[in-house]
Nanobody, 126 residues
C-alpha cells in the first residue's frame, strides 16, 4: 500500500506563507489527492483537492484565493502553497489519496479517502 509523508509545516505569523509537500511511496497518478486539516476539538475537514488528471481543483470556501494545490505525478507528490495565513488556519494538515481510481469528480468526505499521511502541524500566530 502506498505511504504518504507530509512535510513543510511549522510556525508562521499571520499573513505569512508556507508550502506543504506530500510525497507518496508509489504511483498515485490514477487517484485524486486532497489535503485535510484538523484543529483541536474539531472534526477533520476537507481543505483542497486535485483531480488525478490535474485538470481540476476544489477548495473549501475559507481558503479560496489563499491556498493553491498542485501535483507532480512524475514525482508522486502533491503540494499546497498557503498564503495570507490566518490564526484560524492553525491545525494538523493531512494529505490523502482517494480510495477510487479514475474518479470523475473530486470528493470531499474523509471516508472516501483510503490512504493518509501522518500529518504536519501548521501554527499561525496572531
Amino acid at each position: 500500500q502506498v505511504q504518504l509523508v507530509e512535510s513543510g509545516g511549522g510556525l508562521v505569523q499571520a499573513g505569512g506563507s508556507l508550502k506543504l509537500s506530500c510525497a507518496a511511496s508509489g504511483p498515485t497518478g490514477r487517484h485524486t489527492m486532497a489535503w485535510f486539516r484538523q484543529a483541536p476539538g474539531k472534526e477533520r475537514e476537507f481543505v483542497a483537492g486535485i483531480h488525478w488528471s490535474g485538470g481540476s481543483v476544489s477548495y473549501t470556501d475559507s481558503v479560496k484565493g489563499r491556498f493553491t494545490i498542485f501535483r507532480d505525478n512524475a514525482k508522486n507528490t502533491v503540494y499546497r502553497q498557503m498564503n495570507s495565513l490566518k490564526p484560524e488556519d492553525t491545525a494538523v494538515y493531512y494529505c490523502a489519496v482517494d480510495r477510487q481510481r479514475w474518479r470523475s469528480v473530486i470528493v470531499t468526505p474523509p471516508s472516501e479517502f483510503a490512504t493518509w499521511g501522518q500529518g504536519t502541524q501548521v501554527t499561525v500566530s496572531s
